[in-house]
């Protein structure tokens, strides 16, 4: 992502954590621009947990930011792939993941039923 920036001119704007992200964002109230979640929303997490994901990043977005996320899909040439754990999480490679259908009593994809 920083060569990405650099290249862009823009690398003294961008600036990365890790956190655990069970726990309340170290950032303040609308403070950023963008957040980027890859397979974050698919993490083998209860729905409460990721509706309280959700509402961190909502938190921490600027009015208008962007929330950009990248989600497991029943389309995917990996889903079903390894051990069936139940509510459409498997493990593979150690890793439990869920499609993005897992947590949604609709039927459709997770992260459609929050606004940001």
């Not at 980027?36 to 993490?43: D, N, Q």
């Amino acid at each position: 992502m920083r060569p990405a920036a650099a290249a862009a001119g823009s690398a003294a704007r961008l600036s990365t954590i890790t956190h655990d992200m069970l726990q309340p964002l170290p950032l303040g109230d609308e403070t950023v621009d963008a957040v980027y979640s890859h397979m974050l929303f698919t993490m083998a997490l209860t729905t409460p947990q990721l509706e309280a994901l959700s509402g961190e990043v909502r938190r921490v977005l600027r009015p208008g930011g962007l929330h950009v996320y990248t989600v497991r899909h029943v389309g995917d040439a990996n889903y079903g792939v390894g051990i069936n754990h139940g509510d459409d999480m498997f493990e593979n490679g150690g890793l439990l993941s869920a499609s993005s259908t897992a947590h949604s009593s609709t039927g459709s994809p997770m992260p459609s039923r929050w606004s940001m």
